[in-house]
């Protein structure tokens, strides 16, 4: 099965549930827009599971080496390099993606090419230089021809980027895209009414917002990610 109603690196156009959640839905305070509590997911903590060797693992390296050596599905089959994640162990906020693009399977690294430049620009604009986040996708190995990672692919994966969150801790977490959001809160709602809400992925505040590749698609959605982005720059303020 493929997650559906992702907008994430995908070239789809937006869809009805893709429009900004209505008024009603964001609290107004004199300087300020607070949006509402949405999707509150709590997986089971890593203690429940500590033969796992990815539960055991005690650092952002440790983890990087155990994907490496990952077949857990069919993506090892097409890949050049994993593609773990980068960024600081004590990184402030965690910026998740789909999976790899043909750049990133080269190269090892998440978010480079056009759409990474725009994601530094982005995270630039709100004082964050790019090397104090950390950087990691839903999927560590490239989907092929970039199509949407399947829901076996992400349900085996997905035990990384937890054990990733649960060692860096963030402040904050943005999910950017469908497959993202969708990914982390375990849910099947549109991105698009993800939006303008404050869900917790194991307490820790997440704001959904577009791809950068799909803003390269689509412009206009340029203002919204930057009201969505403000949003979590807000939180690691607080
Ligand atoms: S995508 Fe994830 S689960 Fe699949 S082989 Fe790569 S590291 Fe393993």
């Known amino acids: 099965m493929i997650l559906a109603d992702s907008t994430g690196a995908g070239s789809q156009e937006p869809e009805a549930g893709d429009s900004p ?3 009603s839905a964001v609290i107004q305070t004199p300087d300020s827009k607070i949006p509402a509590p949405g999707i509150s997911f709590d997986p089971p903590s890593a203690d429940l599971f500590a033969n796992d060797p990815i539960q055991r ?5 440790d983890v990087a080496t155990l994907i490496a050596a990952c077949r857990a599905c069919k993506l090892c089959d097409g890949r050049t390099n994993t593609v773990p994640g980068e960024g600081p162990a004590n990184a402030r906020l965690v910026v998740v993606g789909e999976g790899p ?18 994601l530094t620009k982005i995270l630039e604009a709100i004082k964050l230089p790019r090397d104090q986040v950390f950087i990691c996708n839903i999927v560590k190995c490239r989907p092929p021809e970039n199509r949407l990672p399947q829901y076996d692919e992400v349900a085996a994966c997905l035990p990384f980027l937890h054990r990733q969150i649960e060692l860096v801790k963030p402040k904050a977490i943005l999910a950017m895209g469908g497959t993202a ?4 809160l375990s849910t099947k709602q549109s991105l698009g009414s993800l939006r303008n809400q404050i869900h917790r992925f194991r307490g820790i505040p997440v704001v959904v917002t577009y791809h950068p590749a799909a803003l390269l698609r689509n412009p206009h959605w340029k203002r919204p990610t930057w009201d969505d982005v403000r949003i979590a720059a807000r939180l690691l303020d607080d």
Do not use: Y
């Not at 693009?101 to 725009?118: C, I, K, M, N, S």
């Not at 959001?181 to 982390?184: E, K, M, R, T, Y």
């Open 21 to 23: 959640a209505p008024a």
């Open 101 to 118: 693009g043909r750049t990133e399977d080269e190269t090892g690294r998440p978010f480079v090419g056009r759409a990474g430049e725009l």
């Open 181 to 184: 959001a969708q990914s982390l």
């Open 57 to 61: 693992a005690t650092s952002l390296e």
